[in-house]
């Protein structure tokens, strides 16, 4: 019998811990078929600081490194300067790296660092129980902001990948979506982008993937996919938010 | 052997570049500058590369980066930055990555002053930064020590994958001294076969110290527990000067050792048997040095630039079998030898002619 389908060798055989309706695996998913076909599975160290995310270590085939809450770049870093032939990639939430983490995600950018970052957006602070994040939409209820998100004291949203694409040393970033099997190719389209940048030595490479929340948010997976795309994509801009010159030949 | 003028933080650099130490990153504070700059012009000559992180703490977690794939990294810097770092540091312990950090003390709590100071001692000594675990404390009194025992941190790190700090203070960093340029020991060190590097042609690996399982967590603590109290056994170094048949004892790392150093021998040249033990593993503390001397020693003078914090560790290692009493100065001021040759007079009713 032909075998259609199976499991990427990017990905391990340890279970996904997630919640049911959780996009994670899916985004996991990619990021392994992405390793697969580079064929540089044995070649990439990945990096994951703490969130939901921070599980990603027994998932993927590769090496990997645990860091710190918000330090996943600058760890990162440290990798890919000690090992600049080797490909460096972190998978971190918007919690982590729009919020704790941010100066570390503005100036891997700005040096123009040679790493990938897969940053996972569900507008709230998973791993902690669903508190608010600088993502949160406004009037967004979370344990934190139980009367809504109020952007009179708080502010709103932040746009993480917008201001990094201002950056010269951010040659491609992209936002993208997995909630349907066409954005789903598109996300898995950017991040394979966001690593032959890397394989090319190019710059610093950001793919900012909008996932679900189900359990965070209150509600079903399908309802939880209706929210993102009527929610979150009118105040996230959406698609390739940077291509620099020299990755528009890849 | 090739003899040079240097800082004492350039000596740093120096013996940080003849250990094989290929990547530094940091941030400038003064009165650790010296460090940096001073690699930033060399290491790149031999190959290596400096960094300068967006922040202290950026720069740690570089470091964490680095050693996590196996090479040898350090980090500089001052009292205020050093603060910034503690969360580096608890997570270097924890996942067993061996950086050398240097932490060129100056006067403090708050911002401070850029003076000497010895304020740090806690901090450095006992953690300093959330959970259960020590740094490797080397505590040199001149140039010479600051380049001899920065090519000991680095061999120290790699033989117990662990950080490894050297504290001086800014009267050292910046004091120039005739060094010696001497070559890397030969040390036999375990493989580095944790290495995240690629995962070619073997199992992946992975660096992480993260349990949500209490069972799992005790045993790493366990883990971590028992490396700490071998470290503890088997690294105590000091040094002694007049110690052996001295009935009263000044206790000083750093230049408060080099000060009692003259304190002792002023006394020794008024016929009073004094003498000196010099922490150079401020952690582990070397109690062993107390050892033969508790039951004769009649008082102790603990020499320091803070408000007294080693003397805690004095008065446990003589079992307070004798009385131990501070002399200190703070907030950038030293001591002279005859001050704390006074505070030992004076406390312990010493008369001059009691020994000549």
């Known amino acids: 019998m032909e075998k259609v389908f199976g499991r990427t ?14 996009t994670h695996g899916i985004i996991h998913r990619l990021i392994g078929e992405v390793l697969e076909e580079l064929d540089i599975i044995e070649d990439t160290i990945g990096v994951a600081p703490v969130g ?12 990997f490194v645990g860091a710190a809450h918000g330090r996943g770049q600058a760890v990162a870093t440290g990798i890919k300067r000690a090992l600049p032939d080797k490909i460096v990639f972190t998978i971190q939430g918007d919690g982590d790296i729009a919020a704790i983490g941010t100066a570390h995600a503005i100036h891997v950018a700005a040096r123009g660092e040679k790493i990938t970052s897969i940053m996972v957006n569900n507008a709230l602070f998973g791993m902690t129980g669903g508190q608010m994040a600088p993502t949160t939409l406004a009037g967004q209820v979370t344990t934190t902001s139980p009367y809504g998100r109020d952007c009179a004291v708080v502010g709103t949203p932040i746009d993480l990948p917008k201001t990094i694409a201002t950056l ?25 982008k966001a690593f032959q940048v890397q394989q090319k030595g190019l710059g610093y490479a950001l793919v900012s993937v909008l996932s ?11 309802d939880s996919l209706k929210w993102l795309r009527e929610n979150m994509m009118p105040v996230y801009q959406m698609g390739e938010l940077k291509v620099a010159k020299e990755v528009e030949a890849l | 052997m090739e003899k040079v003028l240097l800082k004492g933080n350039e000596a740093i ?21 010296e460090i940096v700059e001073y ?44 603060s910034l770092k503690q969360e580096g540091l608890s997570n270097l312990a924890a996942n067993e990555l061996p950086v050398v950090i240097v932490n060129i003390n100056r006067a403090g709590p708050g911002l401070g002053g850029l003076g000497p100071s010895q304020a740090d001692y806690f901090q450095c000594t006992k953690g300093g930064g959330h959970g259960d675990y020590r740094l490797i404390v080397l505590a040199p009194s001149k140039a010479q020590e600051m380049y001899d025992y920065t090519m000991n941190a680095f061999d120290l790190a790699d033989k117990y994958r662990t950080p490894v700090l050297i504290l001086a203070d800014g009267f050292l960093g910046q004091m120039m001294e005739p060094i010696e340029l001497k070559e890397r020991p030969a040390v036999e060190l375990p493989a580095k076969d944790w290495a995240t590097n690629g995962c070619k042609g073997r199992a992946k690996r992975k660096i992480c110290s993260y349990a949500l399982t209490n069972e799992v967590m005790e045993g790493y603590c366990l883990q971590w527990e028992k490396k700490f109290a071998g470290i503890q056994q088997a690294e105590q170094q000091w040094e002694e000067f007049y110690a052996d048949d001295a009935e009263y004892l000044f206790v000083g790392y750093g230049t408060c050792g080099r000060i009692a150093k003259d304190a002792v021998l002023k006394a020794r040249a008024m016929g009073l048997k004094v003498g000196l033990i010099r922490p150079i593993t401020l952690w582990p503390f070397p109690e062993k040095a107390f050892a033969p001397i508790k039951n ?30 501070l002399c200190n100065r703070q907030g950038g001021m030293l001591p002279s ?11 312990f009713n010493i008369a001059i002619s009691e020994g000549v």
């Open chain 1, 168 to 192: 010269n040393g951010a040659v491609y970033v992209a936002a993208v979506s997995v909630d349907t099997p066409k954005n789903i190719m598109q996300a898995k389209k950017a991040i394979k």
């Open chain 1, 212 to 222: 679900t929340c189900p359990t965070n948010w209150g509600l079903s997976p399908v």
């Open chain 1, 52 to 63: 939901c995310t921070g599980f990603s270590l027994d998932f993927f085939s590769c090496d």
């Open chain 2, 296 to 325: 004769t020693v009649k008082g102790i003078v603990c020499v320091e630039l803070n408000a007294g914090q080693m003397i805690e560790d004095v008065k446990l290692a003589i079992e307070c079998k004798a009385p131990v009493v």
């Open chain 2, 13 to 33: 650099a120096e013996a940080a570049i003849r250990s094989g130490c290929k990547l530094f990153f940091g941030y400038p504070i003064t009165p650790s500058t």
């Open chain 1, 9 to 22: 060798k990017g990905l391990t055989d340890v279970p996904f811990h997630y919640c049911p309706g959780c």
């Open chain 2, 39 to 82: 690699l930033s012009k060399n290491l790149p000559k031999a190959g290596g590369l400096v960094l300068q992180g967006e922040d202290e703490i950026a720069s740690i977690n570089m470091c964490h980066g680095a050693a996590a794939t196996g090479a040898r990294v350090m980090t500089a810097s001052s009292s205020p930055g050093y």
């Open chain 2, 337 to 347: 030898e005859n001050y704390i040759l006074d505070a030992m007079l004076k406390n």
